[in-house]
C-alpha cells in the first residue's frame, strides 16, 4: 500500500490509470468506540438537521433549510479542516458524525429533481448555487480558522 494525498491505494495501481480505485485502509482505525463517536455525532446532527428544515419551510418549492444546511456545514467543515487534526476522535464525531448528519446530498438532489418536474431553470439554479455557496463557505471556513503567521497559538 502507498500513500496518495492521505489516501492509500494499492502500490500496483498506476496513479495514471482511468479505471484505478482509490481506497482507504480502515483496519486499525475502527473501533467500536469511534463507531460509537460517529454515530452519536450523526444523531445529532441530523436532529439538527430536522430542526432546520421545521423552522425554514420551503420558498417557491425551493428546499431553503438543506441549502442552509449544506451551507453553514461546508463552512464548520472547513473551520475543523483547519483546526482539528484529521485523525482526532473530536474531528471523528464532530464532521464525520455531527456534519456528516447535518449536511446532506440525498436530501440536496432529492429537492433538486423534485424542483426540476415544474421548474427546471430554478432547479439548476438551486443546484448549482448551492455547490458555489458551500465550496465558497469551505474556503471561508478554512481562511478564518487557520492560525495567522505571527499569531500567538
Do not use: E, K
Amino acid at each position: 500500500m502507498r500513500t496518495v494525498n492521505g489516501v492509500r491505494c494499492p502500490a500496483s495501481t498506476p496513479l495514471t490509470s482511468p479505471r484505478r480505485t482509490v481506497t482507504r485502509d480502515y483496519s486499525g482505525d475502527v473501533t467500536l468506540r469511534r463507531i460509537l463517536l460517529v454515530a452519536a455525532g450523526g444523531t445529532v446532527g441530523t436532529a439538527a438537521r430536522l430542526g432546520l428544515g421545521l423552522a425554514l419551510p420551503d420558498a417557491g418549492g425551493v428546499p431553503v433549510a438543506v441549502l442552509v444546511a449544506n451551507v453553514v456545514g461546508a463552512l464548520l467543515i472547513g473551520v475543523l479542516a483547519a483546526r482539528i487534526p484529521a485523525s482526532t476522535d473530536l474531528r471523528l464525531l464532530l464532521g464525520t458524525g455531527v456534519l456528516g448528519g447535518f449536511t446532506t446530498y440525498s436530501a440536496f438532489m432529492t429537492g433538486s429533481v423534485q424542483l426540476w418536474a415544474d421548474a427546471p431553470v430554478l432547479a439548476f439554479a438551486y443546484a448549482a448555487g448551492s455547490l458555489v455557496l458551500g465550496l465558497g463557505a469551505a474556503a471561508l471556513g478554512l481562511r478564518i480558522a487557520r492560525p495567522r503567521a505571527g499569531a500567538a497559538s
